[in-house]
C-alpha cells in the first residue's frame, strides 16, 4: 500500500448526502457532499472533498483542526468575535480548534478538507 494519497477533486463514486443540523441551519436551504477518501491514525485524520449548496450555518469546530482548500465556488466566513473572510477557488486557510463562527456559502462551494480530530 503506497503512503503517497492524490486528492481526487472530481471522484466519480457516489458521496455521503447530508443537510445541516437544524440547530445550526441560519438561513437558506444548503445541503451537503462528501467524498470521504482517506482516514488515518485511528479514524483521527480524515480527507476527501466537500461541497455546499448556497446557504447559512453555525460553524462550531469543537477540538476538530480543519484545512480546507477551495477548489470552487466563494464562501463567506464570520467569526464570532472577529472579522468576515471572503475565499474563492484558489484559497485555502485552517479553522483552529475553539473556533465559532457562521460559514454563508454564497455560490456552491467544493473543498479539499483535512481534519484532525483530537
Not at 58 to 84: A, M, N, P, Q, R
Not at 92 to 114: A, D, H, L, N, Q
Request: charge should be negative; aromatic fraction near 10%.
Amino acid at each position: 500500500m503506497s503512503l503517497l494519497l492524490t486528492i481526487d477533486t472530481e471522484p466519480n463514486f457516489t458521496p455521503k448526502q447530508s443537510l445541516p443540523d437544524a440547530e445550526r441551519l441560519i438561513s437558506g436551504s444548503p445541503a451537503y457532499k462528501t467524498w470521504a477518501q482517506d482516514a488515518s491514525k485511528g479514524e483521527k485524520v480524515l480527507t476527501g472533498i466537500w461541497e455546499a449548496t448556497p446557504g447559512e450555518h453555525h460553524s462550531i469546530k469543537g477540538t476538530v483542526y480543519e484545512f480546507c482548500h477551495i477548489l470552487s465556488g466563494v464562501v463567506e466566513i464570520d467569526e464570532k468575535g472577529g472579522g468576515t473572510k471572503t475565499y474563492r477557488a484558489g484559497d485555502s486557510f485552517v479553522m483552529k480548534p475553539g473556533f465559532v463562527g457562521v460559514w454563508r456559502t454564497i455560490e456552491t462551494v467544493r473543498k479539499i478538507y483535512v481534519c484532525v480530530y483530537d
